[in-house]
């Protein structure tokens, strides 16, 4: 997941990022939310996320599929493309559609004028829930990876990521401007959002079916951390080429500099910290003397990452990977696991509910263009993930199949390169349903693919 400051334009996007100052919701705003009516609609916000994920994946998981796909089938049934539960921000104000908003309305008094910042204000909390909730799935996989075996894999990784990366930005790219005569910086915007993978979802299915330490799982972790960073670049160079025509080199330098560092210099200091955290804990006696320590410095990791215009869920993965190696580890994941149960689904669900499958309705004369391009886009974004797994060599026998399926889902990363191409105004429309339709297509196919192709194994 790749966070980028675009404030409010991005938020009518797909809102998953968060400022580090006041929140949205509080700023410029003339009528002020009831503190203790947002508390109730974020509370009923909350029973609707745990009831449509707990109910979502038990049907997933007895049907045989990885319970992440019953989450983010929940999150769409109470979303903004079904029941209208569990509503969001965007570029319009939704909130007349809201039932949880007609439901203050009716129980707690909610007035008309206090309406739009009630609903945004509620909106703004389950959005920075769900990015805790990423992190702290990131900090999970990290602790649960084997440190060592990701090296080994380091290199096949690298080139799993920059393949993953080139392929698809070439096709889509090229494709766009010859089949459908597209002119280069749209063109460049969707190719770019063609590179995007989705840790979070790939990550989490894998630990389900138990695949996390596998060989396999340990290469397509890699290739998505690089390709991570890799799509920041990217990023970066659109956005600067859409903005004046021309890339910003040094900027574009900066990033790469800044993603080195940041990941070697996390891992080299590692060494020292776990034996300033062993020292720590062993002299805490009170409650929370092994999680509370281990928190802080996930916490703080991530927000180096974000600082450092990277990524928060990069630097609460390196947290998980340092720590991976200290004697306390098997202690700190039984202890995470309850607090992850409570978090994470807030994730899922929340990219289920953001979805709008109404851009793949036919019937709307203005989706039937993008429809057309999104096929064009589906097909590649797919195969250009897929030849991935291919390029992995070795004498001893690989799923590659596996690997390059567990590269396609683009989640919510693919919606921020929609997010800066639509902010920019290089999108057309069309095109802007088209990325949107292909990733929704991605993210929900890719949970069933990996429960197809990786057998399962009992979760340690």
């Known amino acids: 997941?790749?966070?980028?400051?675009?404030?409010?334009?991005?938020?009518?996007?797909?809102?998953?990022?968060?400022?580090?100052?006041?929140?949205?919701?509080?700023?410029?705003?003339?009528?002020?939310?009831?503190?203790?009516?947002?508390?109730?609609?974020?509370?009923?916000?909350?029973?609707?996320?745990?009831?449509?994920s707990k109910l979502g994946g038990e049907l997933s998981y007895k049907f045989g599929f990885p319970t992440v796909l019953g989450e983010l089938v929940g999150g769409v049934l109470v979303g903004v493309s079904a029941f209208h539960i569990l509503m969001f921000p965007n570029g319009n104000d939704p909130s007349s559609n809201s039932l949880i908003v007609t439901f203050l309305q009716a129980a707690n008094g909610l007035s008309a004028e206090a309406t739009p910042t009630t609903f945004t204000a509620i909106g703004e909390t389950i959005s920075v829930l769900s990015e805790l909730g990423v992190i702290i799935l990131l900090f999970e996989i990290g602790l649960e990876s084997n440190f060592?075996?990701?090296?080994?894999?380091?290199?096949?990784?690298?080139?799993?990521?920059?393949?993953?990366?080139?392929?698809?930005?070439?096709?889509?790219?090229?494709?766009?401007?010859?089949?459908?005569?597209?002119?280069?910086?749209?063109?460049?915007?969707?190719?770019?959002?063609?590179?995007?993978t989705s840790i979070g979802?790939?990550?989490?299915?894998?630990?389900?079916?138990?695949?996390?330490?596998?060989?396999?799982?340990q290469i397509i972790l890699g290739a998505a951390v690089i390709d991570d960073v890799l799509g920041i670049m990217v990023l970066a160079v659109v956005a600067s080429l859409a903005k004046t025509g021309k890339v910003d080199v040094?900027?574009?330098?900066?990033?790469?500099?800044?993603?080195?560092?940041?990941?070697?210099?996390?891992?080299?200091?590692?060494?020292?910290?776990?034996?300033?955290?062993?020292?720590?804990?062993?002299?805490?006696?009170?409650?929370?003397?092994?999680?509370?320590?281990?928190?802080?410095?996930?916490?703080?990791?991530?927000?180096?990452?974000?600082?450092?215009?990277?990524?928060?869920?990069?630097?609460?993965?390196v947290a998980g990977l340092?720590?991976?190696?200290?004697?306390?580890?098997?202690?700190?994941e039984v202890l995470l696991k309850p607090i992850a149960d409570i978090f994470v689904p807030i994730f899922f669900v929340s990219v289920g509910a953001k979805t709008d499958l109404g851009v793949l309705n036919p019937l709307i004369p203005e989706n039937r263009e993008g429809l057309i391009i999104a096929t064009f886009l589906i097909v590649v974004a797919i195969?250009?993930?897929?030849?991935?797994?291919?390029?992995?060599?070795?004498?001893?026998?690989?799923?590659?199949?596996?690997?390059?399926?567990?590269?396609?889902?683009?989640?919510?990363?693919?919606?921020?390169?929609?997010?800066?191409?639509?902010?920019?105004?290089?999108?057309?429309p069309a095109l802007n349903a088209a990325i949107l339709v292909m990733v929704i297509v991605t993210t929900f196919i890719?949970?069933?693919?990996?429960?197809?192709?990786?057998?399962?194994?009992?979760?340690?």
């Open 1 to 52: 997941m790749i966070r980028v400051n675009l404030g409010n334009s991005l938020a009518s996007i797909f809102d998953f990022g968060f400022d580090f100052g006041k929140p949205r919701f509080l700023l410029g705003t003339e009528v002020h939310a009831d503190s203790s009516i947002v508390l109730a609609g974020v509370l009923l916000s909350l029973v609707v996320i745990y009831f449509a």
């Open 148 to 196: 060592s075996e990701l090296l080994k894999v380091g290199a096949q990784a690298a080139i799993v990521a920059v393949v993953g990366v080139t392929v698809p930005f070439a096709l889509g790219t090229v494709g766009l401007m010859l089949l459908f005569h597209m002119s280069a910086i749209p063109a460049i915007f969707a190719g770019a959002a063609l590179t995007a």
């Open 201 to 217: 979802i790939t990550s989490k299915v894998l630990l389900e079916l138990g695949q996390l330490n596998s060989k396999e799982g």
């Open 250 to 317: 040094p900027h574009v330098i900066l990033l790469i500099v800044e993603a080195t560092v940041f990941l070697l210099g996390a891992i080299w200091l590692g060494r020292f910290f776990n034996r300033a955290f062993i020292k720590v804990i062993h002299r805490l006696k009170t409650r929370g003397g092994v999680i509370v320590p281990a928190m802080i410095f996930a916490l703080s990791m991530a927000y180096l990452g974000a600082a450092l215009h990277l990524e928060a869920i990069l630097g609460a993965f």
């Open 322 to 332: 340092v720590l991976e190696e200290s004697d306390p580890r098997k202690e700190l």
């Open 383 to 428: 195969l250009g993930k897929v030849v991935t797994g291919f390029t992995v060599r070795g004498k001893v026998p690989i799923n590659r199949l596996a690997i390059g399926v567990g590269m396609i889902p683009r989640g919510e990363v693919g919606l921020v390169f929609a997010g800066v191409g639509a902010t920019s105004g290089a999108l057309s």
């Open 446 to 460: 890719s949970p069933p693919l990996l429960g197809i192709v990786f057998p399962r194994k009992k979760a340690k």
